[in-house]
């Protein structure tokens, strides 16, 4: 069945880049999110990346999708204390089935 | 920007109790699903559910899950008999298309943190 890992922590200073890596063993993953929970709260999906793209960028964030590797990244600039939490990738495959496979996630502590 | 309402935050029950979930979807949505994540664990699929009936459901969801959609907006989630190992986060999402091509993808409620004693 499909795989999907972390890291289970990062920690890096105020203004520095946080870079999260994720692998996956699902070849046919067409979608690929970055979600991020803060405590206590739901899951906020932050960007998406499809298959047949390499690389996505959203102001502080990109992503890097290396499908030869099964490897994916989220690239955070400038990370803020505000960016402390958990991140998960997850995947869907284009397979027709609709569960979304998520990673164990990525703590991520800024420190001031 | 629309939301996936849950409700309670909170639920404390005892073993052996049956308890309901209550989510309800953003309106335009037509697949409605539920994860849990246990503490510390991964977020996990339950199950997916569309034109009011279950289209896919995981290992997990056996006899003592049920979901219904009783009426145009709420989507619910009922464990007959609770044991303790039921004690997770319940996430209920919603998408509009059958593949979340959009980049919202699925819309996740901010949960149902469950508490079997």
């Known amino acids: 069945g499909e795989d999907v890992e972390q890291s289970l922590f990062l920690s890096v200073r105020e203004g520095d880049s946080s870079v999260i890596n994720c692998t996956y063993t699902?070849?046919?993953?067409?979608?690929l999110y970055w979600y991020k929970q803060e405590p206590g709260a739901g899951l906020q999906l932050l960007t998406y990346?499809?298959?047949?793209?390499d690389m996505k960028q959203d102001q502080r964030l990109t992503v890097l999708l290396n499908k030869k590797d099964k490897h994916l990244s989220l690239r955070i600039a400038d990370t803020q204390t505000g960016d402390s939490a958990i991140y998960f990738c997850?995947?869907?495959?284009?397979?027709?089935?609709?569960?979304?496979?998520f990673g164990s996630g990525t703590r991520l502590q800024v420190q001031p | 920007e629309p939301e996936v309402t849950q409700t309670p935050s909170h639920q404390v029950t005892q073993m052996g109790q049956e308890v309901i979930l209550r989510c309800v979807p953003i309106?335009?949505?037509?697949?409605f699903y539920w994860y849990r994540q246990i503490l510390g664990q991964k977020v996990e699929f339950l199950v997916s559910?569309?034109?009011?009936?279950?289209?896919?459901k995981s290992e997990i969801f056996d006899d003592q899950f049920s979901v219904e959609r009783p009426d145009g907006s709420n989507f619910t989630l009922k464990i007959r008999s609770t044991k303790l190992e039921d004690s997770a986060m319940y996430f209920c999402?919603?998408?509009?298309?059958?593949?979340?091509?959009?980049?919202?993808?699925?819309?996740f409620g901010s949960g149902t943190r469950l508490t079997v004693v």
């Open positions: 559910f569309y034109n009011n009936e279950i289209s896919e």
């Open positions: 990346i499809f298959s047949n793209m």
């Open positions: 999402a919603s998408s509009e298309f059958q593949v979340p091509r959009s980049i919202y993808g699925y819309t």
């Open positions: 309106s335009n949505h037509l697949y």
């Open positions: 699902d070849s046919s993953s067409t979608y």
């Open positions: 997850a995947e869907i495959p284009d397979t027709g089935r609709r569960a979304l496979t």
